[in-house]
């Protein structure tokens, strides 16, 4: 029979799950209270990092629907839920991996797919969402700019020319 306080424990968990985008699955061993503080920093205010009693981490995977974390919940474990932009915590959480060798990331989820340490990897390897959505307005500037350009370069040639061409041309079309 579960307690009041890990049923608690365990939708908190849960919810915490169906709120996020994604969630990343890190074993700490090592770390000290400040490294941790300073990778919560890190990861921004819209990522929870978060530690856990694996037994139930599982149960509240599985209510929220997870099988991303079956077989890699042993040892002491935290998860990242995050909530915001999910490469630049994965980004955050990789560098932060390099800098200090006792943080594993283990494994995660992306939107509702499993994802192993490469996968998480790959996932901080692109760009964050800020880049790409300036690279798509740029995109998307360029023939609206060049459609300028082309008007105005027009309209100095009209000038240009003192107005002729725009008399000649209705005396062209009767």
């Not at 919810?15 to 770390?31: C, I, M, N, P, Q």
């Not at 990778?39 to 929220?64: C, D, F, H, M």
């Not at 006792?102 to 994802?115: P, R």
């Amino acid at each position: 029979m579960a307690t009041p306080t890990k049923t608690v424990a365990i939708e908190e968990i849960a919810t915490d799950f169906k709120e996020s985008t994604a969630a990343v699955l890190t074993e700490y061993r090592g770390l000290t209270v400040a490294q941790l503080k300073e990778l919560r920093r890190s990861l921004g205010q819209e990522t929870k990092y978060a530690v856990v009693k694996n037994t139930l981490t599982a149960i509240a995977a599985k209510e929220a629907g997870i099988d991303a974390f079956d077989g890699q919940l042993a040892g002491p474990t935290a998860i990242a839920f995050i909530k915001g932009d999910a490469v630049a915590a994965a980004k955050s959480l990789t560098e932060f991996a390099k800098a200090n060798d006792k943080l594993v990331i283990k494994a995660g989820f992306f939107e509702g797919n499993a994802l192993d340490e490469a996968g998480i990897k790959a996932l901080a390897a692109l760009e964050s969402r800020e880049h790409q959505l300036a690279r798509v307005a740029g995109v998307l500037k360029a023939p609206a700019s060049a459609a300028a350009r082309i008007v105005d370069a027009l309209r100095a040639k009209l000038e240009e020319n003192g107005g002729e061409a725009a008399e000649a041309a209705p005396a062209d079309e009767a």
